[in-house]
């Protein structure tokens, strides 16, 4: 299989949460490439800063859901703000309630994140072999 042969590539396409991001970045900087950029880095400093050294694979599902929910709420907080003016009531609304819901998502993910961290974590035991220790987590 050619994938095989190139496994970063493979690592690329497959992973849609990437390309759901990238497409979000798209969609707000259009083609400006130097906005792109730096969303895009800001972005990568954020998951940095909410991740930390090491995050556990949960705690990187729910960073990568905080960044993206994060970029979906901006983006259409901008597009509203494009738009004021312009809108019917009821489409003013249509994009208020949008917002709501983005929100809500957006510090959904946030509380959560906080929760897992919140869990105490296993056990750490320590069993001595002999002359050997072996420390069980």
Do not use: F, W
């Not at 694979?57 to 509203?80: G, K, Q, T, Y």
């Not at 004021?84 to 709501?100: K, M, N, V």
């Not at 897992?116 to 072999?129: C, K, T």
Request: glycine share 6%; hydrophobic share 45%.
């Amino acid at each position: 299989m050619a994938l095989a042969a190139e496994p970063e590539y493979a690592r690329q396409i497959g992973d849609v949460g990437e390309q759901a991001r990238l497409q979000v970045i798209r969609r707000i900087a259009g083609q400006n490439t130097a906005v792109a950029e730096v969303v895009a880095g800001r972005l990568e400093r954020l998951r940095r800063e909410l991740a930390g050294p090491a995050p556990t694979p949960l705690e990187a599902l729910l960073v990568d859901r905080i960044c993206m929910n994060h970029l979906l709420l901006h983006r259409v907080e901008m597009i509203a703000a494009q738009n004021e003016g312009q809108l019917s009531i009821r489409q003013a609304d249509y994009g208020q309630r949008t917002i709501d819901r983005a929100q809500k998502r957006y510090l959904s993910a946030i509380k959560a994140l906080a929760e897992i961290r919140r869990l105490p974590l296993p056990p750490s035991v320590q069993i001595n072999l002999g002359a050997q220790q072996v420390n069980v987590a």
